[in-house]
C-alpha cells in the first residue's frame, strides 16, 4: 500500500524557562515513521512518552514553546506532495486543517464551543473553509452527515454539556471527518469513557476508515484497544519509537522488552498469577538517560545499552525494533 505520510529523523523539544536557566524537553527525539494510505495507525506508550507531541507536529499545530529542531514530514495528499513543516500558517488554514488532516484532540471537548449550539460548531468549521451559500441545502448536508455515522439528528440542536461523553466524542469525530479528510488523527479518545460506550465510539472510528479508505492514527495508552482496533503498532518510549509491526505480528511477538512488558500487562481473564510489574516511571525528557533510555527500567539491560542508543533493527514482517538484545538476531545485523 502506498504511503500518505513519511517522517524522517524528527526531533520536536518544548524550550522552557524556569528561574532564568532554560531546559529543552525532548518530547520527540528522532523519529522515523511512515503511515500507509488506507490503514489504522496505533500509537503506544506510558503517559508523558511524547505521543501528544509527535501528533501536534503531525498535524501541523505546533505552537510555542514547541519548536521543530530536525527532520522532515512528507505527505503525499489528494493535491500534491508537501513537507508539512514548511507550509505557510493561512494555507495550513485554508487547505490542510480539517480538509486533509482532521484531529480529534486529547480531550476533544475543546473543539465544541460550550456556549454553541453542535450545528453551530459545525457551521463555525464549514464556513471558514467553504462558506455558506444555501442555508437549507447546508442544514441538510450536515444533518445526512451526521445520520450517516449514526447519530440522532438531535445531537445538532444541542449544546455540548446536554451531551453524554461518548455522544460528544462521536460529535467530535463527525465534525473531524465533514470534509473527507485524507488523515484523522485521534488522541485518547476513549480514555474518558466507559468500556461499553468506548467499544461504540471505536466502532464509529473503524466504520468511517473502511468506508472512506483513508488514515486513521489513533493514539492511545491502552493496548487492548490497539489490539482491537490498528492494523500496524507504534511503541513509543521516552521521546522515541521503539518498536513497531503489524498489530497481530507485534501481539504475537513483541520484541522490546517494553512492548513485552505493555502487553503482558493486559489483563486476561481469569489468570490470577499477577503481572511482572515494570518499576518506576519514564524519565525527565529535560535530561533523559544515555544510551537506551528505557535502560534504568529494564530487567534484561547490559553494559551497552548505558551508553549506546540503539538502532532501529529491521526484524522482517515489516517489524522493527529498537534494543541491543536484538543485535544479533535481526536479518541485517546477520549478514
Ligand atoms: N507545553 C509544554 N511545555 C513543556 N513541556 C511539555 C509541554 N507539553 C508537554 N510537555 C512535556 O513533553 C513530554 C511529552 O508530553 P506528551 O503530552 O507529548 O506525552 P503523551 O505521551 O501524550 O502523554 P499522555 O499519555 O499523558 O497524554 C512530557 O515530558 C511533557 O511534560
Ligand atoms: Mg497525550
Known sequence: MANL???????????????????????????????????????????????????????????????VYEGSVNYQFKRGEKDILTVPNDELQRDIRWKEIAYVMQGSMSVLNPVRKVMKTFEDIIATHEGIKNRK??????????????????????????????????????LATVFHPSLIIADEPTTALDVVVQRGVLQLLKEIQSASHNTVMLVTHDMAVHANVADRVGIMYAGRLVEEAPADVIFRRPRHPYTQHLISSLPVIGDKTGKGSLDGTPPNLANPPEGCRFHPRCKEAMKICKTQVPAMLDMGEEHRAACHLLNNEAPEAKQ
Request: charged fraction near 25%; proline fraction near 4%.
Open 5 to 67: 505520510l513519511q517522517v524522517q529523523g524528527l526531533k520536536a523539544y518544548y524550550k522552557t524557562e524556569m528561574y532564568g536557566i532554560s531546559r529543552l524537553v525532548k518530547a520527540v527525539d528522532d523519529v522515523t515513521m511512515n503511515l500507509k494510505k488506507n490503514e489504522i495507525y496505533g500509537i503506544a506508550g506510558e503517559s508523558s512518552c511524547g505521543k501528544t507531541t509527535l501528533i501536534k507536529v503531525l498535524s501541523g499545530t505546533i505552537k510555542n514553546p514547541l519548536k
Open 137 to 174: 441545502e447546508f442544514n441538510e448536508r450536515i444533518r445526512e452527515h451526521v445520520k450517516k455515522l449514526g447519530l440522532p439528528p438531535d445531537v445538532l440542536k444541542s449544546y455540548p454539556h446536554e451531551l453524554s461523553g461518548g455522544m460528544r466524542q462521536r460529535v467530535a469525530i463527525a
